[in-house]
């Protein structure tokens, strides 16, 4: 566990960076660190695994010294397939016990490319390319699994694989279950090796490579979005990787004897890092709950009677995560050892945390961060004031500043106290740019400081509060969305002449994505036969427009580029209007620009009617996006 101070305020974490990172004596790598805690704390719970999430079963379970064993032995394998220092190992898996192998074990050799499963094959093998994997790590057949499937059908446009290993899930079941699939099954593929049978045969106390990770070596690459052609994939070192896990861990402070759970993907940032490597980094135990996670129906119904099973100190989620759990009964249950959790990737509505924290009693902490800072650059302070609505306090090491830019996005000034501004951070945890260099023009803004495309802006007590976004990214229950993916599917269209795609608010999902159409002059068409083509030419599910709205134009800046603030405010009126309209027919929204909140909902009321205003607040309680209501004279 930490000895720093606890983080209370900003004058706390002031006095942590009063010390300089480099003399925090941190190491250079993500193996070093594992093999750091394994060295002092070797038979301290590292890895467990529950495969159903009943709550009842027994978990598998790792030490510290039984896990860097395996990552030693995957590193060696890999390295054994020709795996380089600057190459790169893709994976596409769901969380298991062997992902966190691939994960550090392929950092050990050379560079872990991290793929959605969830993923059309097309963007698949696009991944795989674009990052120049010369080994991939999928799943074997298993009843009720795609992957392998989905694998198959690329093998021919992977030429450059030397191997592929596939994880057997047969092998996580007891025995007569095990040998009765596999006997059903038959062999693996031809040409394709078994993953645990390959470690097995390398050594477990040292990397045959003899290599020596420099912290300036790339470690991973990390998918943040882009659609057809080049993906953006961005490259974090090993040096962000420990500089945010000890940061992060600075601030959860979690030590041996503490138990996270980690529910989201080990494709993403979050799971890997947050629920991942900080815990490492302390010496806390992961508890990797079911291989998929929070989309397990099952692990949601049990939820807290796993808490209680296994005293989880500690989870992270998204909105649409918490809004499920509010579903499920936690009264009986004993959550004594939870210190609380932590809610990022979309913003949260204010109501939903007060609901939350009145069912469970459990303490949530906003945060924010990205894959380009690698993975969390704000928090709520456990041991201060929680300021609901804010993504809190920079965490320690990481700058956050709030800079005004012109129509360019060129710097001007950095902004004042509780101005609106863009959102930029810099530090030991932000990466150097994108792996693809054409995707790197207009990131940097003041020299080093990269612009999020998020708007904020700092309170008197250093508090950042999100006001909006200047990029068009539509975040769909912490899933990111690219927009030019459906515009560019609508504009085959051939009816369609401008297609403009924005997120619109929604209780569960945060923000759900639609487009906003204009038509040829003289086209015909409907708002059904375009969702439908939208439906049928997006490759991601998650991008699928909800709702297809034409009009006559689509708003332009002054040099004819979409102006999308105009589209996302009407986006909002829509959806405001209609959830009022469900309690009286003369209320009128109005989205107007806000100083501090940046958009905020009008709520014009056709009479003195405080018991209407009451319903209406509590309708639109679930949305993130703020409202004021008014009283007709």
């Not at 510290?64 to 590193?75: D, F």
């Not at 093998?125 to 009843?143: G, K, M, Q, R, W």
């Not at 031809?190 to 049978?197: P, Y």
């Not at 150097?432 to 260099?437: C, E, I, P, S, V």
Request: aromatic share 6%; hydrophobic share 40%.
């Amino acid at each position: 566990m930490s000895t720093a101070p606890l983080i209370r305020t900003l004058q706390d974490i002031q006095q942590i960076e009063s010390t300089p990172l480099s003399e925090r004596d941190l190491p250079s790598s993500t193996f070093e660190l594992i093999r750091r805690t394994a060295q002092a704390s070797p038979e301290a719970a590292a890895l467990s695994f529950i495969l159903q999430g009943t709550g009842e079963e027994t978990p598998l379970r790792l030490n510290y010294a039984e896990l860097l064993g395996k990552i030693t032995q995957t590193a060696n394998a890999f390295h054994r397939l020709g795996l380089r220092p600057g190459k790169a190992v893709s994976f596409l898996l769901p969380n298991l016990p062997q992902t966190h192998y691939t994960i550090w074990g392929g950092e050990a050799a050379g560079i872990v490319n991290a793929i959605n499963p969830l993923l059309d094959p097309e963007h698949i093998a696009e991944l795989i390319h674009a990052s120049n994997s010369e080994l991939l790590v999928t799943l074997a057949p298993f009843p009720g699994t795609e992957l392998w499937a989905k694998v198959n059908a690329l093998r021919d446009q992977l030429p450059e694989l030397k191997a592929i290993l596939c994880v057997d899930m047969a092998n996580l079941l007891p025995e007569p279950q095990r040998s009765a699939l596999k006997a059903q099954r038959g062999p693996l593929p031809e040409g394709v090796l078994d993953f645990d049978e390959t470690i097995a045969a390398c050594p477990a106390d040292h990397l045959e490579s003899g290599r020596v990770i420099a912290a300036d070596d790339i470690a991973s690459y990390f998918h943040t979005g882009g659609t057809t052609g080049t993906p953006k994939l961005a490259p974090h070192s090993h040096g962000n990787e420990v500089a945010m896990a000890y940061s992060m861990n600075l601030v959860t402070r979690f030590g041996v004897g503490d138990v996270t759970l980690c529910g989201l993907p080990l494709f993403h940032v979050n799971g890997v890092i947050v629920t991942g490597l900080a815990a490492f980094i302390g010496g806390a135990e992961v508890l990797l709950a079911t291989p998929q996670g929070y989309r397990n129906t099952t692990l949601i119904g049990n939820f807290w009677k796993v808490i209680e099973r296994h005293k989880v100190s500690f989870f992270s989620g998204v909105p649409t995560i918490y809004a499920g759990l509010l579903q499920i009964p936690s009264e009986g249950h004993d959550l004594s050892s939870l210190k609380y959790a932590l809610c990022g990737a979309a913003p949260m509505p204010v109501e939903l945390i007060r609901q939350f924290e009145a069912k469970t009693g459990l303490t949530l902490l906003e945060g924010y961060g990205l894959t380009e800072g690698t993975c969390g650059s704000c928090a709520n302070p456990p041991a201060g004031e929680r300021r609901p609505g804010s993504i809190g306090l920079p965490m320690p090491y990481c700058e956050v500043r709030i800079k005004v830019l012109d129509e360019q996005g060129r710097y001007l000034r950095d902004a004042e106290q509780d101005e609106i501004g863009n959102l930029c951070i810099r530090g030991a945890t932000v990466f150097r740019g994108y792996l693809q260099a054409s995707k790197n023009a207009d990131i940097w803004v003041d020299g080093d400081w990269f612009n999020t495309g998020d708007l904020g802006r700092v309170d008197a007590d250093g508090y950042i509060w999100l006001t909006g976004r200047s990029k068009d990214l539509i975040i769909r229950g912490g899933h990111n969305i690219d927009p030019q993916m459906i515009e560019e599917a609508l504009h085959k269209h051939p009816a369609v002449a401008m297609a403009a795609a924005v997120g619109k608010p929604d209780e569960k999902a945060g923000e759900l994505p639609v487009v906003y159409v204009q038509l040829k002059p003289g086209a015909q068409t409907s708002e059904t036969e375009l969702l439908e083509h939208a439906a049928a030419h997006i490759p991601e599910r998650a991008a699928v427009p909800k709702d297809a709205w034409i009009i006559d134009a689509i708003p332009l800046t002054a040099v004819g580029k979409t102006f999308k603030p105009a589209l996302r405010f009407d986006a909002i009126a829509r959806v405001y209007q209609a959830a009022v309209d469900e309690l009286h027919p003369a209320v009128r929204v109005e989205v107007l620009s806000d100083d501090r909140a940046g958009q905020l909902a009008h709520i014009h009321l056709p009479n003195q009617d405080q018991a209407l205003a009451a319903s209406i607040g509590e309708r639109l309680s679930g949305y993130a996006v703020g409202h004021r209501i008014h009283f007709a004279a």
